[in-house]
């Protein structure tokens, strides 16, 4: 479902000297349907980097990224937001959204995105937000009012409302208490079983071991010196 | 699909000066697109000549018309060209006072453009005013007050509310938040956003303001000295932006 090949990266500091900072060269990995795929490696890695490429929210220098049948390196602007809607769900550690929108809305918009009916994304909104202990009587307000846990987990009932094929998780469960973190990982588990391909960075080793079904360390795709 | 406006080759020069130089984009129908630069980059003249307000010295602004299909707007009669202005086309501009006729009710103002268009029935024309100004949440007692007894934030929500009524398909938007203060500023955008999903309109926001092209944008262009320097996806270019002017912009946004 999701295919990295030979791919590269780096950045360049026009402002600071024009530093180029490479990050990686030549990584290849593959995410099968219903797989769960750990990236690990030290801080500075290139975790959030890679993962943030499959998006599209950083440009890739060379190689191919492939996420179903579109090439996320070479796609169109537009091609991407399709992808984004219907296919490519990123869940990342910080909220965020338009000021004054109220939870239950923040929720539902990408089932409403991908043209679900009113009632039954409101449903499935109340279900998410229920399991992950969000008080209904905060669900009327912005979440930007919210403490950071809470927002953190409004993030994830967003993340996991519609039920992409393939799914990026940066940190998902850092920074959440035990009952939470175990919402968390079964919301994880229960998208591997109907085949949705996951990538994740965990920084807990005993969440790793418990959802993921391989890992990959993103060090080794680091620029060898030369 | 067909995209709604297709941009190729837009140059504009003031006597010797430079405008906007070899500008070229698609825009797809329900694409929000932003332009940012500072001062003084040819934004400005760059939409000018996109909405015909000015005439590009060279090139093409092809736009799917509803009757005739793509048409070159720069070369098409005057007639047609301000027709289209009136139905399918939106110039929201910075400062309301040149969008809105200053000494004419609120209600007179979004019914003029209805009127425009050849609505006749006087019971028709104020209910649909009413409606859009509690879309721009205006209240309906303001019906009969002239906008320059308007608030800032109020003005500004009445020309969105008279742009708005005959239904175009294209916006232009001119730093529609400029000179504002925040909490109008939010309340705008949430409108703003709001608008562009549910009747599922196209727009051209230039602004200078990063964080209004970040929660309206889907596609961002930055243009320094006339010249589209950078392209691509709004949260790309902002979180990975190539160009050194660019990355000066994002870096000099001060952390609130």
Redesign the interface.
């Known amino acids: 479902m999701i295919q990295v090949e030979n791919v590269s990266k780096d ?5 600071q000297n024009s530093v180029v900072i490479p990050v990686m060269e030549n990584a290849n990995m593959t995410v099968m349907p219903g797989e769960c795929v750990g990236l690990t490696g030290s801080s500075g890695a290139g975790k959030s980097t890679l993962m ?1 490429m499959i998006y ?4 890739t220098r060379s190689g191919r990224i492939m996420v179903g049948d579109l090439d996320v390196v070479t796609a169109l ?2 091609e ?2 399709d992808l984004r809607r219907d296919t490519l769900g990123y869940v990342s550690q910080f909220l965020r959204v ?4 109220p939870t239950l809305d923040v929720v539902c918009e990408p089932m409403l995105a991908v043209g679900m009916a009113q009632d039954v994304a409101h449903a499935r909104a109340r279900e998410l937000l229920t399991r992950l202990r969000i008080p209904e009587r905060l669900w009327s307000l912005s979440p930007l009012t919210f403490s950071g846990g809470e927002q953190q987990r409004v993030n994830i009932a967003r993340g996991f409302a519609h039920e992409y094929p393939a799914m990026l998780l940066d940190e998902p469960t850092a920074s959440l208490d035990v009952a939470n973190r175990e919402t968390v990982l079964s919301l994880i588990g229960q998208a591997k079983a109907r085949g949705a391909a996951i990538i994740g960075i965990f920084h807990d080793e005993a969440a790793r071991a418990q959802v993921c079904d391989r890992e990959i360390d993103v060090s080794t795709f680091a620029r060898k010196a030369v | 699909m067909t995209p709604l406006l297709q941009v190729s080759g837009i140059s504009k020069y003031y006597d010797t000066r430079l405008g906007c130089r070899d500008v070229s984009f698609d825009l797809y129908p329900g694409e929000v697109l932003g332009i940012v630069g500072e001062s003084g980059s040819g934004k400005s003249t760059l939409l000018n000549c996109l909405a015909g307000h000015q005439e590009p010295d060279t090139g093409k602004v092809v736009f799917d018309t509803r009757a005739d299909g793509p048409k070159d707007t720069v070369t098409m009669s005057e007639p047609e060209r301000r027709m289209l202005s009136r139905t399918d086309w939106a110039f929201v501009h910075q400062n309301p006072r040149d969008g809105l006729r200053m000494g004419v009710s609120a209600g007179g103002n979004v019914g003029e453009r209805l009127m425009a268009v050849g609505a006749r029935h006087y019971g028709n024309i104020r209910a649909a005013a009413i409606d859009w100004l509690d879309k721009v949440e205006i209240s309906q007692d303001r019906t009969d007050d002239r906008p320059s007894q308007f608030s800032g934030g109020m003005q500004q929500r009445l020309q969105i509310a008279r742009n708005l009524v005959t239904g175009p398909r294209l916006i232009f938007m001119d730093e529609p938040t400029g000179g504002l203060d925040v909490s109008v500023q939010a309340r705008l955008l949430d409108l703003l956003r709001g608008l562009v999903r549910e009747l599922g309109l196209s727009a051209i926001v230039v602004t200078h303001d990063l964080a209004v092209v970040r929660l309206l944008a889907d596609r961002l262009m930055v243009m320094k000295d006339g010249q589209v320097i950078e392209k691509g996806l709004t949260d790309q270019v902002l979180d990975d932006p190539q160009h050194a002017y660019t990355q000066l912009l994002v870096s000099s946004v001060l952390q609130v």
């Open positions: 950045f360049t500091l026009h402002n943030r599209g929210n950083y440009l602007p537009r991407i937001l338009v000021p004054r929108v």
